[in-house]
């Protein structure tokens, strides 16, 4: 079975602080997703990548970077943590026809 | 426009009876996938099915399957024998697959599903 694995599955930042959500695949998946979460909004994609280096906006970037050193791993970097961005953080990656998702990261900024 | 919509904020539904969770969508693309993915409260998605715009047959996967209404644009997915494991949010999705992005998912806003024993 493909397996993603985020990182954290609950963690508590301090505003301003730069945040990294790890993501990891071992399926050898060209595309990479970072989803945010929030009740009532529903997922909303932030940014993606579909190559080592590439990455492309998603819906909400604002706030948010992302890096893709190596086909495995998809990081995403919170510049500077602020309350807005509590949140539940979903990575995915996949093949054309569907997507997994790893367990999720809770993040709470206080 | 939204294009993916679940009507069904909330579904109860009795344990071994079967449930039908609603999902249109609207697309210009003739070329698309719709998804249906499950969330349990532990926060994890999982994948349950997958139809092809061109596939002939609803695609069914063990007690799910799904009702594919082209015409009428509609991807309903349908849970048999429900289980108390059952009780989730469930998510319909859909990738456009000859637009410019065809990488991206787009997601409806979830129907949460109750299961009573």
């Known amino acids: 079975d493909v397996k993603v694995t985020q990182s954290s599955r609950y963690l508590v930042k301090r505003t301003g602080e730069k945040v990294f959500l790890e993501c990891v695949q071992d399926?050898?998946?060209?595309?990479m997703f970072w989803y945010r979460q929030d009740p009532g909004l529903g997922l909303r994609l932030i940014y993606f990548?579909?190559?080592?280096?590439?990455?492309e906006k998603g819906d909400i970037p604002e706030g948010y970077s992302v890096s893709r050193e190596k086909k495995e791993r998809f990081s995403l970097i919170l510049e500077s943590a602020s309350t807005n961005q509590t949140s539940m953080y979903l990575c995915?990656?996949?093949?054309?026809?569907?997507?997994?998702f790893g367990s999720g990261t809770r993040l709470t900024v206080v | 426009a939204q294009k993916i919509t679940q009507t069904q904020p909330g579904m109860f539904v009795q344990e071994k009876e079967a449930v039908t969770l609603d999902c249109t969508y609207d697309t210009s693309d003739p070329s698309y996938g719709l998804f249906w993915y499950k969330q349990p409260s532990s926060g994890e998605m999982i994948f349950l099915i997958y139809q092809g715009s061109y596939d002939q047959q609803n695609a069914t996967e063990g007690r799910y399957s799904l009702n594919f209404q082209k015409a009428r644009k509609s991807a309903n997915l349908v849970i048999s024998a429900s289980q108390l494991g059952d009780s989730a949010m469930y998510f319909c999705a859909m990738r456009e697959l000859q637009a410019g992005n065809n990488r991206k998912l787009i997601w409806g806003l979830g129907t949460s599903l109750a299961v009573n024993p």
């Open positions: 990548s579909y190559d080592v280096k590439m990455k």
């Open positions: 399926m050898d998946h060209e595309n």
């Open positions: 995915a990656s996949g093949p054309r026809a569907g997507y997994t």
